[in-house]
C-alpha cells in the first residue's frame, strides 16, 4: 500500500506554530552566564580609609647617636625644654658645656644619614637655662648627608622657635638640606671639589650673597644692617662642609625631585 505525499507530509508538520520545535543552536555557555541573574555580594568597607594615620615622633631632647658601620635613618621632634635624665645623655666632648651640649648630634663613618628633624616652639626668646638657640649636628665621612628641619606647631602666637644652628659636615658624597621657610639667617657652604646648589624659591629669598673660592656665603630673608654683626650674630645659621660633593639647600615643604630629576637637581638650581 502506498501512502500518499502530501499525507504524510501534513502529518509531520505541527497544527500550532508557538509549539513548534526551535531547531537553531543552543546558547553558548558564556551567553546564558551573562544573561543568568548575578547574585549580589555586598561590598567591602575600604581599608585604607579605616587605617590610623601613623602616629608623629614623642618629644624628646639631646639625641645622640655615633657609629662606626652603618645607616641612620630616622624622624625626631626637638622640644629644647624637655629635660633628660643623666644616664641617657652622652659624655660631654671636651670643648662642650652643659651650655653647649648639642639638642641633635647624630654621626657615622661608614654609612649615610638621613635625618628628619621638628623643632617645638619655646615660650620667649630663650630657655630658662640662659641658652638661646638649638644646636643641630650630622656628620658622615663615607656617605651621603640628607637633613631636613621643620618648625613644630605653635598653639599659642606667642609661642616662636629659637634660633636654629645647624651644622653639617660630609666629605665623600653630597649634602642636602631642607629648611623651614621661617629661617632667617647666615649660611656658609664649604667645598673643596663641588659647588652650592639652590632651588629657585630659595634664591627669591636671598638677601646678600658672596662668593669666594670654594666658599659661599649667603644672607637668607630680611636684615636689619645697622644691627647685624657677623661675629655676634645670634639668629639661624646654617653651615654645610664637604669635600667631594656639591650642597644642595631648598625648603622643606618643596617637591622633592625624583628618578632622573633627583640627578638633574644641580644642573636645573644651579
Same mark, same amino acid.
Given at each position: ?18 509549539? $513548534? ?8 555557555? %558564556? ?19 579605616? $587605617? ?8 624628646? @631632647? ?25 644616664? +641617657?645623655? #652622652? ?20 654609612? &649615610? ?15 630658662? #637655662? ?16 640628607? +637633613?631636613? /628641619? ?17 651644622? /653639617?659636615?660630609?666629605?665623600?658624597? $653630597? ?12 649660611? @656658609? ?13 630659595? /634664591? ?19 636684615? %636689619?644692617?645697622?644691627? +647685624?654683626?657677623? %661675629? &655676634? ?5 646654617? @653651615? $654645610? ?7 644642595? /639647600? ?16 644641580? &644642573?636645573?638650581?644651579?
Amino acid at each position: 500500500m502506498i501512502l500518499p505525499t502530501s499525507s504524510s507530509s501534513n502529518q509531520l508538520k505541527p497544527k500550532d506554530p508557538d509549539t $513548534a520545535l526551535d531547531q537553531s543552536d543552543p546558547p553558548s555557555y %558564556d551567553a546564558a552566564l551573562k544573561s543568568a541573574p548575578q547574585p549580589h555580594i555586598p561590598s567591602l568597607p575600604s581599608t585604607s580609609a579605616s $587605617a590610623p594615620s601613623p602616629l608623629p615622633p614623642t618629644p624628646t @631632647n639631646y639625641v645622640s647617636i655615633s657609629r662606626q658601620h652603618g645607616d641612620v635613618k630616622g624622624e625626631w621632634v626637638i622640644d629644647p625644654h624637655i629635660v633628660i635624665p643623666s644616664l +641617657f645623655l #652622652s659624655p660631654l666632648l671636651p670643648e662642650e658645656s652643659e651650655d653647649s651640649r648639642r639638642h641633635l648630634h647624630i654621626k657615622t663613618y661608614y654609612g &649615610s644619614l638621613s635625618i628628619d628633624a621638628t623643632l617645638i616652639p619655646s615660650e620667649g626668646e630663650g630657655l630658662s #637655662s640662659g641658652r638661646a638657640a638649638a644646636l643641630l649636628e650630622a656628620e658622615t665621612v663615607h656617605g651621603t648627608l640628607r +637633613f631636613k /628641619l621643620h618648625d613644630g606647631p605653635s598653639l599659642d602666637c606667642a609661642m616662636t622657635r629659637l634660633p636654629v644652628k645647624i651644622k /653639617l659636615n660630609g666629605y665623600h658624597n $653630597a649634602i642636602r638640606v631642607r629648611i623651614p621657610r621661617s629661617f632667617k639667617g647666615l649660611v @656658609n657652604i664649604e667645598y673643596q671639589y663641588g659647588s652650592a646648589k639652590l632651588s629657585e624659591e630659595v /634664591l627669591s629669598r636671598v638677601r646678600y650673597s658672596k662668593e669666594e673660592e670654594q666658599i659661599t656665603r649667603l644672607f637668607i630673608g630680611d636684615l %636689619d644692617e645697622s644691627r +647685624f654683626s657677623y %661675629d &655676634s650674630w645670634a639668629g639661624d645659621e646654617l @653651615n $654645610a662642609k664637604t669635600t667631594f660633593g656639591n650642597v644642595y /639647600l631648598s625648603y622643606d615643604d618643596e617637591p622633592e625631585p625624583k628618578g632622573i630629576l633627583s640627578r638633574l637637581w644641580g &644642573s636645573v638650581f644651579s
